[in-house]
């Protein structure tokens, strides 16, 4: 057995390492004074986040409502969520590299997660006090919102059915290797997805493992983790074959039937459900038009009309509420989801829609000034139903 013993020399250099160091009392200074430095003279918290961590990568707030302002200090876009377990708590989404974005959220006593860029990057730890806040709920007539609430559920419920379903047969196809086959139920499929993304969103590790893009991961699409719809879109449409894709297929085949339980068993947050209108249309604004999202096979317009076809579901549940409170908002939604889906009726084939990379940059554009008008109208939502 080998003893431990101090020699002097390595003596003398544990006592010079702790001539270096400031004192005890001036080391908690200045650890204070570094937390002090993420809350601004208005009392919001500041953070950054770069292309490897947050900054700082812990954060302590008091209880109750806290507006956080988020800096994009990485080279890509990126969304920066709070996270309760594998729940989102709220989040802000394509924030652009070099701006910064802004989310006041309500938080309880208890310790939560910060994402921080891209999906292999550590996460942050976000420690909420007990400052003596009471949840005392929102303005909301929570009665009123019951029934709407239990249909919207019933919807995604049957939406998620039809998901596990589809996307059993598409990875059947690609376990096959009917490499055709898989491309034709590829937009199909996904389309029941984009329907209930807001919800599917919910779910921190199953909605990136389903629905990520090469742009979440440091190595791209030959990252080792890169999983889902779009793996397989990768290898179907950039590859040309399935070859080793039945793992994937797989994985996929499996976390959306763990999605569709998951589910079964939410209660689903009304501001969630009711900001969800906006969170659908919000994405197709500032990230999907670009046809980023399906790089590879350019079904991208099918996912847009599954993404109206949710919001406008959101409106309709809840649209006895929302015109009692501002029926002239509604109206405004309702024309403009109309002309979104009169430019996206132009483009339909008899086996779903043209190719995105066929339209004109002047087409786009006309499709994209009436979704980014609907976009802000159905950011008001919530606050109409007194859900902010």
């Known amino acids: 057995m080998r003893k431990t013993r101090l020699s002097l020399l390595s003596l003398s250099a544990l006592l010079a390492l702790a001539a270096c160091q400031p004192p005890a009392a001036e080391q908690t200074a200045a650890s204070a004074a570094g937390k002090a430095s993420s809350v601004a003279a208005d009392g919001s918290v500041n953070v950054a986040v770069n292309d490897k961590a947050c900054e700082p990568m812990e954060l302590t707030v008091p209880s109750g409502k806290t507006t956080f302002n988020i800096q994009n200090s990485s080279g890509k876009k990126l969304e920066w969520e709070i996270l309760n377990g594998v729940m989102v708590v709220d989040e802000r989404e394509n924030i652009a590299p070099g701006l910064s974005d802004k989310l006041t959220v309500t938080l309880l006593p208890g310790e939560y997660a910060m994402t921080c860029g891209l999906l292999n990057n550590p996460r942050g730890k976000l420690v909420v006090t007990d400052s003596g806040f009471k949840d005392t709920g929102n303005t909301a007539d929570m009665a009123k919102l019951a029934a709407p609430l239990a249909e919207y559920k019933k919807y995604v419920q049957a939406e998620a059915a039809e998901l596990v379903k589809k996307t059993e047969a598409f990875t059947a196809a690609v376990k096959a290797g009917d490499t055709a086959k898989a491309k034709s139920l590829f937009a199909d499929t996904r389309t029941h997805y984009e329907r209930i993304e807001p919800i599917a969103e919910l779910f921190n590790e199953l909605d990136p493992a389903i629905d990520m893009r090469e742009d979440d991961l440091k190595n791209g699409p030959k990252d080792p983790a890169f999983t889902g719809f779009h793996r397989l879109e990768y290898l179907l449409w950039t590859e040309n074959t399935t070859k080793g894709a ?115 940059e002047a087409d786009r554009k006309t499709l994209q000034t009436p979704i980014n008008a609907l976009a802000e109208d159905l950011a008001q939502l919530r606050g109409t139903l007194g859900l902010n």
């Open 246 to 360: 039945a793992e994937t297929a797989d994985k996929l085949d499996a976390d959306v039937k763990k999605l569709k339980a998951e589910i079964d068993a939410l209660n689903f947050p009304p501001s969630k459900v009711v900001g969800g209108a906006a969170v659908l249309i919000e994405e197709v604004a500032a990230t999907k038009i670009s046809g980023e999202e399906d790089r590879y096979s350019h079904t991208d317009l099918s996912d847009f009309q599954a993404n109206i076809d949710g919001a406008d579901k959101i409106v309709n549940l809840f649209r006895p509420l929302l015109e009692e409170k501002n029926k002239a908002l509604v109206e405004k939604v309702d024309a403009n989801i109309k002309q979104v889906n009169g430019i996206l009726a132009k483009y339909k084939t008899a086996d779903g829609f043209q190719s995105y990379d066929k339209l004109s």
